[in-house]
């Protein structure tokens, strides 16, 4: 009898990390201060696991020059952006054997914005990249559009994964039926759907900024409060939350963060993204963002080290 699929939680453990050294021209006169951060986040989280490093062949001598040793190993592969939660595959195993499911990404719905480019299909190399057999969905998404609770919950929002632009199945009712089947095929059992964001320049609202499992049961959600700005739609989805149960049947414990007030941002541009709990969850640690908003960057670093007791919460290395 085949083996059912199952999408592991965050905080379980990880063979490695998948990451990109791959820095397109689109950030222009930000490229070397990119590069810079990405490369302290890459030795940060090379601290508490292997990275194995995709890099063009452009781009491979810069890697090698940056990282050395067995923590960091350098793979040429036909990359061209960083943000590997969306152009890789989503690891799942199927009993014990690791799978790489392709959700089909199309460039975040290949907007004006952001035209789908030849590296977004980097997840149909599963086998020859990540040695990995490969799946593929029935419908489109991305990785920042899914959290799991490794248990059969999973939780998305209507804004990115109903958009047209991914999945123009018809009418929001058919939408949903047709998405939460295709998932059943993955081990999911219960989806909860926020709103989401559908305002959001690029992604169309992910989960991933606005919704973090911490452990099976319980989640953090961030709330935005700044001034006159409040989501009203944010709250809505917070309170949703409140109010559901998981696929086994547990009222969901919710505890609130909130995201960093704008005037502290150091960059004001629509595309900024400025959020906590689109974090990465290593062995060991929880890598995340500070935005020089004291009082809420300690909150958020407190907020986490409850979550993930016997982890090292490092706020820094991304800021």
């Not at 920042?144 to 047209?164: K, M, Q, R, V």
């Not at 999911?188 to 989401?196: E, N, S, T």
Request: with cysteine; glycine share 8%.
């Amino acid at each position: 009898m085949e083996h059912p699929f199952r999408i592991p939680a965050e905080w379980e453990l990880h063979a490695c990390c998948w990451m990109a050294w791959a820095i397109h021209g689109e950030w222009k006169d930000w490229i070397d201060e990119v590069k810079n951060e990405l490369e302290a986040v890459i030795k940060t989280i090379a601290q508490f696991e292997p990275v194995r490093l995709l890099s063009p062949p452009s781009q491979i001598a810069d890697a090698r020059a940056r990282f050395s040793g067995d923590r960091v190993e350098i793979i040429e592969a036909p990359v061209d952006d960083i943000w590997m939660r969306d152009i890789a595959p989503t690891f799942a195993l199927q009993g014990a054997q690791p799978v790489a499911i392709d959700f089909n990404f199309n460039g975040w719905g290949n907007t004006r914005v952001r035209r789908a480019r030849p590296g977004d299909r980097l997840a149909s190399a599963g086998p020859e990249i990540f040695g990995t057999p490969r799946v593929c969905a029935s419908f489109v998404a991305e990785g920042g559009a899914l959290i799991t609770d490794g248990d059969g919950t999973l939780i998305t929002t209507e804004s990115c994964l109903l958009n047209p632009n991914r999945n123009p199945f018809g009418s929001t009712k058919v939408q949903k039926e047709r998405i939460e089947r295709a998932l059943k095929e993955f081990g999911i059992r219960r989806v909860i759907w926020f709103k989401g964001d559908p305002d959001e320049p690029v992604t169309s609202g992910h989960i991933d900024g606005c919704a973090m499992f911490t452990a099976l049961g319980a989640l953090l959600a961030e709330v935005i409060d700044d001034g006159n700005l409040i989501s009203t739609q944010r709250r809505y989805d917070v309170a949703t939350l409140e109010s559901s149960f998981d696929a086994v049947g547990r009222r969901l414990r919710v505890e609130k963060i909130y995201a960093p007030r704008k005037r502290h941002w150091r960059f004001k541009e629509a595309m900024f993204a400025a959020c906590y709990l689109n974090a990465y969850v290593a062995n060991g640690a929880v890598i995340t963002a500070c935005f020089g908003d004291s009082e809420r960057d300690e909150a958020a670093k407190d907020a986490l080290v409850l979550a993930f007791p016997g982890r090292k919460i490092d706020p820094d290395a991304a800021d």
